[in-house]
């Protein structure tokens, strides 16, 4: 068994999810994160760069991200 099969197998088991936001500035792509996650959404400041968090939802962890798209 390869190493790729068995990080697959693992992942499986785990239940992961990795779901990528990205949305123009100022969308509220945040606020949704932060609201899913249970946090205080009163003050919240424009992301720099992208953020990376890890949210446990009964057996799932999701892994939400944002990216700084470059043109
Ligand atoms: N009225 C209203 N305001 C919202 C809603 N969702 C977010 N906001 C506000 O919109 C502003 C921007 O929200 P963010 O969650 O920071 O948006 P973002 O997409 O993460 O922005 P960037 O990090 O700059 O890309 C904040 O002041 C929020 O309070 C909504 O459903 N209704
Ligand atoms: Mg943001």
Redesign the pocket.
């Known amino acids: 068994m390869g190493l790729l099969s068995i990080i697959r197998k693992i992942k499986r088991k785990e239940k992961e999810m990795r779901i990528l936001m990205v ?10 994160v ?1 609201k899913m996650n249970g946090e205080d ?1 009163s003050v ?4 720099l760069g992208f953020n990376i968090k890890t949210i446990i939802y009964e057996k799932y962890s999701s892994c939400f991200s ?1 990216f700084l798209l470059l043109f």
């Open positions: 949305g123009l500035d100022n969308y509220g792509k945040t606020t949704i932060m959404t919240i400041s424009p992301t944002k």
